[in-house]
């Protein structure tokens, strides 16, 4: 008798939304092609951001979750990573 692995499918719903992600972007990047005018810029700049925004989200939600667990060997790097994020984005804002 095989016993049911209890971690399968724990990362389902982080993989749902990467998918959903990645179809917000390709449809907001085609139809940045097909609209005229400012609309298309707005699509255009909301492709980049999610696109921009995802690895950081997920980084973050790996770095809480190494925290809960208690492993400080990887709970610091996914918050010095996001601070040297912080950093260039305040540096490009000058």
Do not use: Y
């Amino acid at each position: 008798m095989v016993t049911p692995d209890p971690k399968r499918g724990r990362f389902d719903a982080a993989s749902r939304r990467l998918r959903e992600a990645t179809v917000a972007v390709g449809v907001l990047a085609a139809l940045s092609l097909v609209v005229p005018g400012d609309s298309a810029r707005i699509l255009a700049v909301l492709a980049l951001l999610i696109l921009g925004l995802v690895p950081l989200v997920r980084l973050a939600w790996l770095g809480l979750r190494w925290a809960r667990r208690g492993d400080r060997r990887f709970a610091w790097l996914p918050a010095a990573i996001l601070g040297v994020v912080a950093v260039g984005f305040l540096v490009s804002l000058r």
